[in-house]
T-cell receptor, first 116, second 113 residues
Framework: SAVISQKPSRDICQRGTSLTIQCQVDSQVTMMFWYRQQPGQSLTLIATANQGSEATYESGFVIDKFPISRPNLTFSTLTVSNMSPEDSSIYLC?????????????FGPGTRLTVL | DQQVKQNSPSLSVQEGRISILNCDYTNSMFDYFLWYKKYPAEGPTFLISISSIKDKNEDGRFTVFLNKSAKHLSLHIVPSQPGDSAVYFCAASHTGTASKLTFGTGTRLQVTL
């Protein structure tokens, strides 16, 4: 499995500001994913980020609110824009596993965001 | 619409006994199922998976059972150990959207001494 790191691990932000979360993988991967876990809720997929193309967003998530960059095969960023308290969540990036187990995803440690 | 459901938010089991975590799904298109374990302040860790062409998959202390007719899967942990105390998520996907995982809400397992 890949080793995935995220920065920052946690942050407390003011309403109306933006935060960019970084995800670094120790190997080249084609597909990277961004999830959100709101308090007491399940993990919800925000978008899929492929290198060299625009991210694909899930229903309920838009690029203006969650812009994503994928400049190379080992790195991605997710920005949470114009934050409100409802954006307080854990944000996780993940990567797809080996081809023989194509649906397995491996997750980073997450970024715990609190919006005041 | 919660397509993957874990109806038990918590479960307490004595060390050495069997832990059984349950998961139900509604989307008949799902054909691959996974279990993840999550400790506080860490990301989910992949545990075990099963394809819909099987009804059982075993890996050490962990066994996943799939009942397609009932749209139900379960994770058995035998014997349970204190280090197994964590939140367990089941997830599902289908070939049409190969990489998209739909997660349940999780079950918090507490293994007591």
């Amino acid at each position: 499995s890949a080793v995935i790191s995220q920065k920052p691990s946690r942050d407390i932000c003011q309403r109306g500001t933006s935060l960019t979360i970084q995800c670094q993988v120790d190997s080249q991967v084609t597909m990277m994913f961004w999830y959100r876990q709101q308090p007491g809720q399940s993990l919800t997929l925000i978008a899929t980020a492929n290198q060299g193309s625009e991210a694909t967003y899930e229903s309920g998530f838009v690029i203006d609110k969650f812009p994503i960059s994928r400049p190379n095969l080992t790195f991605s960023t997710l920005t949470v824009s114009n934050m409100s308290p409802e954006d307080s969540s854990i944000y996780l990036c993940s990567v797809q596993g080996r081809l023989s187990s194509y649906n397995e995803q491996f997750f980073g440690p997450g970024t715990r965001l609190t919006v005041l | 619409d919660q397509q993957v459901k874990q109806n038990s938010p918590s479960l307490s089991v004595q060390e050495g006994r069997i832990s059984i975590l349950n998961c139900d799904y509604t989307n008949s298109m799902f054909d691959y199922f996974l279990w993840y374990k999550k400790y506080p302040a860490e990301g989910p860790t992949f545990l075990i998976s099963i394809s819909s062409i099987k009804d059982k998959n075993e890996d050490g202390r962990f066994t996943v059972f799939l009942n397609k007719s009932a749209k139900h899967l379960s994770l058995h942990i035998v014997p349970s150990q204190p280090g197994d105390s964590a939140v367990y998520f089941c997830a599902a996907s289908h070939t049409g959207t190969a990489s998209k995982l739909t997660f349940g809400t999780g079950t918090r397992l507490q293994v007591t001494l």
